[in-house]
Antibody
Framework: EVQLVESGGGLVQPGGSLRLSCAASGLTFNTFWMHWVRQVPGKGLVWLSRINSDGTTTNYSDSVKGRFTISRDNAKNTLYLQMNSLRAEDTAVYYC?????????WGQGTLVTVSS | DIQMTQSPSSLSASIGDRVTITCRASQSVSSYLNWYQQTPGKAPVLLIYAASSLHSGVPSRFSGSGSGTDFTLTISSLQPEDFATYFCQHTYTPPWTFGQGTKVEFK
């Protein structure tokens, strides 16, 4: 069974930093592109970032470019999102998402709240 | 960036109804278009990939069509478990933007 388990969410002050992790199991992690997607509860899905299977190529949405960094450790089957200079509008549930052709898996999400 | 616009934003329907949701891209995305279903508190579930291919395990009442800029998700006969929010997403080139969602509610 494929499992993607996010961790690292929580309450952080504006301007602070947080690192999210996504531990993958049950899939050949180093063959999947990995993404981070966020969602304000009750609102739509927002694609944030993507990293290719070997970690050599990354892409970001304009809303997080320069503040967030996606990375992966294929030896540990883990995806990361380093989030710096956090703002109130970054408050959301953050999902990790694995894709390869028609294979598509999501984690359960981790809540990040940016508030003083 | 490519913008994805879904219509309607919400709709009310009854069990057995045929439901159609439209997704329009601001420029061509060829057939790089996915459809997801999401229920409250849960992660999205892939229904359709490559505009018209049914994902494994998805009931055949779901179908997708279109290419270029205009796409459609159709539920041929709405079932109780289909009351949910549906999102399109293009995967043509980063950023892989989602539509704003269409909430299917019980009439």
């Amino acid at each position: 069974e494929v499992q993607l388990v996010e961790s690292g969410g929580g309450l952080v002050q504006p301007g602070g930093s947080l690192r999210l992790s996504c531990a993958a199991s049950g899939l050949t992690f180093n063959t999947f592109w990995m993404h981070w997607v966020r969602q304000v509860p009750g609102k739509g899905l927002v694609w944030l970032s993507r990293i290719n299977s070997d970690g050599t190529t990354t892409n970001y949405s304009d809303s997080v470019k320069g503040r967030f960094t996606i990375s992966r450790d294929n030896a540990k089957n883990t995806l990361y999102l380093q989030m710096n200079s956090l703002r109130a509008e970054d408050t959301a549930v953050y999902y990790c998402h694995a894709t390869r052709n028609y294979f598509d898996y999501w984690g359960q999400g981790t809540l990040v709240t940016v508030s003083s | 960036d490519i913008q994805m616009t879904q219509s309607p934003s919400s709709l009310s329907a009854s069990i057995g109804d045929r439901v159609t949701i439209t997704c329009r891209a601001s420029q061509s995305v060829s057939s790089y278009l996915n459809w997801y279903q999401q229920t409250p508190g849960k992660a999205p579930v892939l229904l359709i990939y490559a505009a018209s291919s049914l994902h494994s395990g998805v009931p055949s009442r779901f179908s997708g069509s279109g290419s270029g800029t205009d796409f459609t998700l159709t539920i041929s006969s709405l079932q109780p478990e289909d009351f949910a929010t549906y999102f399109c997403q293009h995967t043509y080139t980063p950023p892989w933007t989602f539509g704003q969602g269409t909430k299917v509610e019980f009439k």
